[in-house]
């Protein structure tokens, strides 16, 4: 009941913003970003030692290969079988290159356990190498691991709190490699749209020329818009995105539904339009049960006592309920007519899916 009027209140919520009210409008800085100026992903492989007893087991070769590898760098000859890693574990080691990062920027790092170590509570992470898509190395990461959980006790009597085997390291990892882009050799501002959309970007342009009071943004095509730098006042492209990052930017979204089946969950934006539909629905449900019962033969029969299993199965098909939307319906008329025919949340979704095959709803059904 609670999950049908979370649906219900969503719904309402969404046709309270009727399309009379004044166009909406973003920050500049909110709807794009200029081309190449983005986080990076850097992963790395490494080792986390100080582990009391909860580190890989011995079947894990790769934590002892790499173990070995490590100790004939530092000059000791180790064979890799005569290693025991119970205080060891092997770890992926993962991070962010913020955009005009500079060697020396400190990065956050996440650790997560490759193997089967059953945490990593109280861990070090040694000296581990953050490469990139281009398999250049970009950071270092070492340090002590802060974990959110904890796992106690042997297998058969233990108590887990979260997750222990993924930590994070805040500031444990250092830029090694300068990756950021040079803006001062831009003559030309590529500015890219997180969503891409014609009327924004015709309005991001025409507003970005009225605040520089000259033609230098030009739209390309729906996500990309070009600003000439040359043509503005301005003698650098950080004093020009200074300037434009908080200009308000008429925006219009498109018609969306959202449904999320694992918990029932629809929101419906106040541009959904509904075309002329009739809508049939009803419930079959099906249920088969097994009974299991004992037959027990008469004294002195020499029979044995042998389990039956008695199958039932219950069908219930609830007649069908009708409702009709004629043209330019809203959202309320939706929202009230299934409340009508009793329909639940999960109902909602499936009717929903049909209408969007029938053409009757005039928007993205996105399913997550």
Do not use: C, W
């Amino acid at each position: 009941m609670r999950r049908n009027l979370l649906m219900v209140l969503l719904l309402f919520t969404a046709y309270a913003f009727s399309a009379d009210q004044p166009p909406r409008t973003a920050r500049l800085r909110d709807l794009a970003s200029v081309e190449g100026v983005r986080e990076n992903p850097l992963v790395g492989y490494g080792l986390v030692v100080g582990l009391n007893g909860t580190g890989d087991r011995r079947q894990t070769i790769f934590t002892t290969q790499m173990l070995a590898n490590m100790m004939q760098r530092l000059g000791l000859q180790v064979p890799a079988s005569a290693i025991r890693v119970n205080n060891v574990a092997a770890v992926f080691v993962t991070a962010s290159l913020p955009p005009f990062a500079r060697p020396g920027t400190s990065l956050d790092i996440t650790v997560s356990s490759v193997g089967d170590a059953k945490s990593l509570e109280g861990g070090l992470l040694l000296l581990t190498p953050l490469r990139g898509p281009d398999g250049q190395v970009y950071g270092q990461a070492q340090g002590a691991l802060t974990l959110g959980g904890y796992s106690a006790g042997p297998s058969g009597n233990s108590k887990q709190v979260n997750h222990p085997t993924v930590g994070r390291i805040p500031g444990g990892g250092r830029v090694e490699r300068d990756a950021s882009l040079d803006l001062q050799s831009m003559s030309v501002v590529p500015l890219v749209l997180r969503e891409p959309d014609f009327i924004v970007a015709r309005n991001l342009a025409d507003s970005v020329n009225r605040e520089l009071g000259v033609s230098a943004a030009n739209v390309v095509d729906a996500r990309r818009i070009e600003i000439d730098v040359r043509l503005t006042k301005l003698a650098s492209v950080p004093a020009l995105m200074a300037r434009l990052d908080e200009l308000p930017i008429p925006v219009t979204t498109r018609a969306r539904v959202v449904v999320n089946e694992r918990t029932g969950t629809i929101v419906l934006g106040r541009d959904v339009q509904l075309g002329p539909v009739s809508i049939m629905h009803g419930n079959l449900s099906i249920e088969v049960s097994t009974v299991f019962g004992v037959s027990q033969p008469p004294p002195y029969s020499h029979g044995t006592t042998e389990l039956v299993q008695q199958p039932s199965v219950t069908a219930k098909d609830a007649p069908a309920k009708r409702m009709e939307l004629a043209e330019g319906a809203t959202v309320e008329q939706l929202v009230s007519g299934l409340q009508s025919i009793g329909a639940t949340a999960r109902d909602v979704i499936a009717i929903l899916q049909a209408m969007k095959a029938a053409g009757a709803l005039q928007a993205d059904l996105e399913v997550l």
